[in-house]
């Protein structure tokens, strides 16, 4: 199914043809992100305002409306994974990330207030936030950052869906609140 993340219309859309095709979403995996690698004193104003369209904005009306696709068919349990970056637990020196890191710790604070809202509404629904080091992906070979890419000390895509699955496969009455990978030899 196609939709462009960056319009909440599409997203709703998505939502609706969800419903009508197959019930609802249980689960939701948050993992769409752009990053322009900028630094705090040139980084534009409508590059940082698309970085926090979709990677901020984004995730939350998808959260919300997975929340309301389970809440809608009085189900107790789901759940919901942001892939973040370890750009939103550190600010690195020597990477120009500095536009990006800010909209990674919002993720991550709007992901740990969702957590307590639903547990004060006691719902089984979880919430995990994921923060991969780079992962050999397009994006990591971006300009502006690509002197720091070694494929050799990079995640593999493969390495970040087993942290998904690690976490979908929790017993019921556990919550992975975060995750942090990093490959051995990885500078982030």
């Known amino acids: 199914m196609k939709c462009d993340l960056s319009k909440t219309e599409e997203i709703e859309y998505m939502f609706q043809?969800?419903?009508?095709?197959?019930?609802?979403?249980?689960?939701?995996v948050n993992n769409a992100g752009i990053s322009?690698?900028?630094?705090?004193?040139t980084g534009t104003l409508p590059d940082t305002k698309a970085m926090y369209d979709l990677n901020v904005f984004a995730a939350i009306a998808v959260s919300q409306l997975t929340i309301q696709s389970i809440q809608e068919r009085n189900m107790?349990?789901?759940h919901i994974i942001n892939i973040s970056s370890i750009c939103g637990t550190t600010i690195h020196e020597d990477v120009p990330c500095h536009m990006y890191s800010p909209t990674k710790y919002a993720l991550g604070a709007f992901?740990?207030?969702?957590?307590?809202?639903?547990?004060?509404?006691k719902t089984k629904i979880r919430t995990t936030i994921i923060n991969?080091?780079?992962?050999?992906?397009?994006?990591?070979?971006?300009k502006g950052i690509?002197?720091?890419?070694?494929p050799g000390n990079c995640l593999q895509p493969d390495d970040v869906a087993s942290a998904v699955t690690y976490v979908l496969g929790a017993p019921p009455?556990?919550?992975?609140?975060h995750i942090c990978l990093h490959a051995i030899h990885g500078i982030l």
């Not at 991969?132 to 971006?142: E, H, I, K």
């Open 17 to 28: 043809e969800i419903k009508e095709q197959i019930g609802g979403v249980d689960v939701c």
């Open 36 to 41: 322009f690698f900028q630094d705090c004193k």
């Open 76 to 78: 107790d349990n789901g």
């Open 111 to 121: 992901t740990e207030g969702l957590r307590h809202e639903l547990r004060k509404e």
């Open 132 to 142: 991969p080091g780079f992962v050999d992906t397009p994006l990591a070979r971006m």
């Open 146 to 150: 690509a002197e720091a890419f070694d």
């Open 173 to 177: 009455n556990v919550n992975v609140r």
